[in-house]
C-alpha cells in the first residue's frame, strides 16, 4: 500500500500504537508523549541539551544505496552525537518526515525501524513530530533533547591541552566512495542487508566489484569493504564518562578533522599543531584506499560523517587506560583513544609525515561551498 | 550573491552575529547559545513543552505568492500556536532549512527577518538549526521549546462542558483561494508588501483582480481581501491567561475546525454537538465567499491554518468578559471567544443552519488523504 491510499490520520494512529507504549518508565519524567500538540516533560535537575539535524535525500542520502531503515538509524545516530560531544545524554527525539506520496508502506516501516533500533541503543524515547508529504525529494530531520551535568563545549580548550580522537576517521567517507562505484547489483546487496550487513551468516558475497571509469573494475574483499560501509550507512556514535570527565573541550568530527578542529580552535581562541603521523588509520581504510588509489591520510583529515570524538584534556592524562564506550542497552565497548597534537597560542599547523610543517586548513564538506 | 558562493562556515557566523547577541538576558536560564554542538539550558521549577512542524515548498508553500520573511514568519507561528494550545509560554526555537544553492543572499536574510519579526512578537531566542543544501524543494522546518505551569491537554473534555473558538475560522483557506487566483501581477504585489502589506500608507491598490476560469475576472476590494491574504500568509497566533485558567482541553485549528474537534473527541473518549449557526463567519469572509461562489461555512469548518484556539470549559462561565490575548512584546489585543456548541456522551454531532442533525465528520487537510 502507498502511503497517499492511507492517509495521514490513520499513519499517526499506527505511530501512537508503536512508541506510545514505550513511553511507560515512571523516572523518565514524561507528562505528554505522542498525539498533542505538544509534548510535556520535566528535567528539574539537570542541564537540558537541544540539537537539530537534518538529512535531505540527493545531499545527504542516496535511496539506490540505502535503504529505509539504515536512514533512519543514521538519522538519530547524528543527533544523538551532538549531544555526546557536549557530554549529555539523549532522552527525548522529535522527527520531522517529508515523504512523497507515493512511498510504500513498506517503505516506511522499514524507516520507523531504523529509527526503533537507534532509539533503543541510545536510551531514547520518540515523544513526536510532523509528518508530511513532498512533492519532489525526502527531507528528515530530528531533534534530540538530552540531559546533562557538566556541559563540554568547542571554547574549552587551554593552551598546553593535548587533543585527541576517538577511534580513527576516513572509514565513511572511504564507505561512500565505495557505495558510489558499486553496481546497481551490488547497491542492492547492501541496501537489502538493511541492519542483517551486521549479521553475516546473511551473507553469501565474498567480493564486492566497482566498477572503475579509467581501468579495470575492482574487487574488494567484502570484510574489509563492510566496515567502512556500515561506518557511512549506520554510524554507532558513543559515550564515554572518562572523556566526560577530563575533557576541557569537545566535538563531534562530521564535518572533517581539520574542519572541526578549527572550529574548535577558532571557539577557544587558540592554536593547534597536529602531527600527521599520529592520526590513526584503520586497517580497513588502508586496504581499500590502496586498491582505490585513494590518499587515506586525506581521507582521515578531510572526509566527513565519522561522528568519532575530537576533544582536549591536560598534559598527563595520556595515555587512556581502559575507556569504556557505553550508550545504553547496548554492550559496552573499549574505545580506543590517540593523542593527535597539541594546542598551542596561535598558528594553526600540521606536521606533515616528511616533518615539515604545513598550514591547517578548512578541507570538509560544507554546504553551499563553492 | 547566490548561497553556493558563501559557503556555509561563513553564512553560520553570519546568524551567529546577528542572533547570539539577543540571548544576553540573565533570566533565561541559556547556558550555551548558536554555535556548539547542542544548545544547553536550564528550567529547573517549570514543565517543558516540545513541539516541531515542518513546512515544504510546493506543499505547505508557494513561493509565486509567499516572500521568504513571510515564510519565516508563518514557520514561527504554527510552531508557537501548538505551545500555546497547550497552555505553555514560548521560549526556545531551533531551525532546519533546506534551501537550494542558487537562492539569492537576499532571500536568506528576508527569510531570517521574518523569523526574528516572529520571535520578538512570541518573546522566542533562536538557539540552534541546521542549514543545509537540497536539489528541488525547499524544506524548513522548527522545533520550539516552551514552559509551563497547568498543562491543557487535548485528553481533558467532560460531558457537560461547553465548546469555545477564539476569533473566527476560515479566513486562512479564503486567503489562499485568493491567493491561488491571483494573475501573477497580483502575486507580485502581495509578496513585495513582505510585512509592509500591515502597512496601509505604502499601498497604492485598491482591487485585486482575480482570473476566474469560467466567467469574467473578478474584483475584491484590497480592504476586504487584505486581512484573509494575511490570516494565509502571516497568522499571529495568540495567548491568553484567562483561557488557560479555565480550560479543561485545547487544541489549535491548523487542519480544520471539524476534524481538530473530532481529535479532542477521540482523545477525551467524549461526543460533541457543534451548532453551525453560531459559528462565527467574519465579514470580510462573508463578502470574500459571495464574490467567489465559495461556502463561508465549509471554509470556516474544514478550511486549515488559521491557527485559532478551540478549547473546552465547564458551563456557566460564558459570556467571555474582556478576554485579552498576550503575546510578549506586542500590543494586546481583545480575543473574540464564541460557545459553538457542547460536548455529549458519544454521538459527534452538527446542528445545521435549518435544525437537521448531521453527522460531523472529518474533512480537514489530511497529508496523503486520497
Redesign the interface.
Known amino acids: 500500500m502507498r502511503?497517499?491510499?492511507?492517509?495521514?490520520?490513520s499513519?499517526l494512529r499506527d505511530l501512537k500504537e508503536k512508541f506510545n507504549p514505550l513511553l511507560k518508565r515512571k523516572d523518565s519524567g514524561i507528562?505528554?508523549g505522542i498525539?498533542?500538540?505538544?509534548?510535556?516533560?520535566?528535567?528539574?535537575?539537570e542541564?537540558?541539551?537541544?540539537?537539530?539535524?537534518?538529512m535531505?535525500?540527493?545531499?545527504?542520502f542516496d535511496l539506490s544505496y540505502t535503504s529505509a531503515s539504515q536512514l533512519g538509524f543514521k538519522l538519530v545516530s547524528v543527533n544523538v552525537?551532538?549531544?555526546y560531544?557536549?557530554g549529555?545524554k539523549p532522552k527525548?527525539i522529535?522527527?520531522?518526515i517529508?515523504l512523497r506520496?507515493d512511498v510504500s508502506d513498506e517503505f516506511f516501516w522499514d524507516f520507523f525501524d531504523g529509527i526503533s533500533i537507534a532509539n533503543n541503543i541510545y536510551g531514547l524515547k520518540l515523544?513526536?513530530?510532523?509528518?508530511?508529504?513532498?512533492?519532489?525529494?525526502m527531507?528528515v530531520?530530528a531533534?534530540v533533547?538530552?540531559v546533562?551535568q557538566k556541559?563540554i563545549?568547542?571554547?574549552g580548550a587551554r593552551i598546553g591541552d593535548k587533543i585527541y580522537l576517538t577511534n580513527s576517521t576516513g572509514d565513511s567517507a572511504c564507505g561512500l566512495e565505495i557505495l558510489k562505484k558499486l553496481s546497481s547489483r551490488g547497491r542492492n546487496i547492501i541496501k537489502s542487508y538493511g541492519f542483517g550487513i551486521i549479521n553475516k551468516e546473511k551473507r553469501q558475497q565474498k567480493w564486492l566489484t566497482l566498477n572503475n571509469t579509467n581501468s579495470k573494475n575492482i574487487k574488494l574483499d567484502f570484510n574489509n569493504a563492510e566496515p567502512l560501509i556500515k561506518r557511512h550507512l549506520m554510524p554507532v556514535v558513543r559515550y564515554s564518562e572518562e572523556i566526560n570527565e577530563i575533557g576541557t573541550s569537545?566535538?563531534?568530527v562530521s564535518d572533517g578533522l581539520f574542519?572541526d578542529l578549527l572550529r574548535v580552535c577558532d571557539?577557544s581562541g587558540v592554536g593547534a599543531r597536529l602531527y600527521l603521523d599520529r592520526i590513526p588509520i584503520s586497517k580497513n581504510l588502508k586496504y581499500a584506499c590502496k586498491l582505490l588509489n585513494l590518499n587515506p591520510y586525506k581521507l582521515a583529515t578531510s572526509g566527513g560523517e565519522d561522528y568519532e570524538l575530537l576533544f582536549t584534556a591536560p598534559d598527563g592524562i595520556y595515555p587512556f587506560k581502559d575507556v569504556v564506550s557505553t550508550p545504553a542497552n547496548s554492550s559496552s565497548k573499549q574505545l580506543s583513544i590517540t593523542c593527535i597534537g597539541e594546542i598551542i597560542p596561535n598558528a594553526r599547523v600540521v606536521i606533515a609525515l616528511d616533518g615539515t610543517e604545513l598550514p591547517l586548513r578548512?578541507e570538509g564538506y560544507?554546504?553551499?561551498?563553492?
Chains 1, 2 share one sequence.
Open positions: 502511503l497517499h491510499q492511507k492517509g495521514e490520520l499513519i507528562i505528554v498525539g498533542d500538540d505538544a509534548a510535556v516533560f520535566t528535567c528539574p535537575n542541564k537540558i541539551l537541544v540539537t537539530t539535524d537534518m535531505n535525500e540527493g545531499v545527504h552525537s551532538d549531544i560531544a557536549m549529555g527525548f522529535f522527527l520531522n517529508a506520496g515523544l513526536g513530530g510532523d509528518i508530511s508529504s513532498t512533492i519532489n525529494d527531507s530531520s531533534t533533547v538530552g546533562g556541559i563545549k568547542r571554547s569537545m566535538i563531534d574542519i571557539e578548512a560544507q554546504h553551499f561551498g563553492s
